[in-house]
């Protein structure tokens, strides 16, 4: 077994190529953590990767990958974002969803338990909680309504066992639709900020599902990434359940004239026929700001939006991406057959 660098406390970020995951993972390194990073490639890019970061290209489906790769390397804490957090299309992609977001991250809870890591951070999610009453506190009783959802509370449920059995600190976040720069825009399946930016710039219409009136509170990305890289050094935060985002929500056909006006577009809006969907999705985060407020800036909707635009406008559009594997064509959106 070797350490990156000796002297200096290791974390592991799975997704880091990702979009949250490369944000924390650059908030580690700037507080002085040797940062290893996991990632498939899937949903990530290279260019998303910190410089000196050290970088292993593989999944955390793969058990063996896993144990060889904690084998190698002493990890002092883990840092779980690897995920496909497509919580319409989980519906379609069963399969697919357990083994990448339930049967993957209990890989790496296995050998995370092996290894005595110090404490393993995990993103879960705000679909943890389905329809409900709103806004959701961290004791509200999870119905998960989706099997992305549905996922994600069962990894934090065995969080939870593998702490009373073997005593290895856990710390869970839910976060919700989390945007800014450097997000991928070409993933038509999830982040409807990225998808409506994406679609302005190539003078395409902005698909609604239903009639935009469903509410969500967005979270621009330093608000839920610089909190949730810092969290290991609280002590009292250690085994414990923290919503973490936006506090305000706002109905999505807001959010598509807000992004039209950014663009100074008349791009027209689509509106679809409409998904099985939480129709209200928000959060309190008392716990979250008593806990970590001095690393949360609350930056307003109107602020960061003009902030990714503006990156946006450089970047360019993107092609999007389509998922190849559907299981279940049944009931699935005209929009995502084509």
């Not at 955390?60 to 496909?84: G, T």
């Not at 069962?154 to 997000?183: C, T, W």
Request: aromatic share 12%; with cysteine; glycine share 8%.
């Amino acid at each position: 077994m070797t350490d990156a660098n000796f002297g200096i406390k290791t974390a592991l970020v799975t997704g880091g190529a990702g979009f949250i995951g490369s944000c924390i993972a650059k908030e580690l390194m700037n507080s002085g953590y040797q940062v290893i990073i996991i990632d498939d490639l899937s949903g990530g890019f290279i260019s998303n990767i910190p410089e000196h970061a050290i970088f292993i290209q593989g999944s955390i489906v793969d058990e063996h990958f896993v144990k060889k790769f904690f084998q190698q390397y002493k990890i002092d804490y883990v840092f779980h974002l690897a995920a496909y957090a497509a919580e319409g299309l989980s519906h379609f992609i069963r399969r697919f969803n357990y083994q990448n977001n339930l049967i993957g991250s209990i890989n790496l809870i296995n050998e995370s338990i092996l290894a005595e890591v110090k404490c393993f951070v995990f993103t879960s999610s705000i679909a943890v909680y389905g329809e409900g009453q709103t806004p959701f506190s961290e004791d509200t009783i999870p119905k998960p309504e989706d099997p992305y959802g549905i996922s994600k509370i069962a990894v934090e449920m065995d969080l939870m066992n593998a702490s009373k059995m073997f005593g290895m600190n856990y710390i869970i976040f839910r976060p919700h639709n989390v945007y800014g720069e450097n997000q991928n825009l070409g993933d038509k399946y999830r982040n409807v900020i990225g998808i409506f930016m994406n679609r302005i710039m190539k003078n395409q219409s902005l698909p609604i599902f239903g009639n935009g009136n469903q509410t969500r509170a967005f979270s621009y990305i330093s608000d839920v990434a610089v909190p949730i890289a810092r969290s290991i050094e609280m002590k009292e935060a250690y085994n414990q359940v923290f919503n973490i985002g936006g506090d305000t929500p706002y109905s999505v056909k807001f959010l598509a004239e807000l992004i039209r006006e950014k663009f100074n577009s008349d791009v027209p809006i689509d509106y679809l026929e409409a998904r099985m969907e939480v129709l209200n999705a928000y959060s309190d985060h008392s716990k979250a700001k008593r806990f970590f407020g001095e690393y949360i800036k609350n930056v307003p909707i109107e602020e960061g939006i003009s902030r990714m635009a503006e990156w946006a406008k450089v970047a360019g559009p993107m092609e999007p991406t389509r998922f190849e594997n559907i299981e279940i064509e049944k009931n699935l959106p005209p929009s995502w057959k084509n």
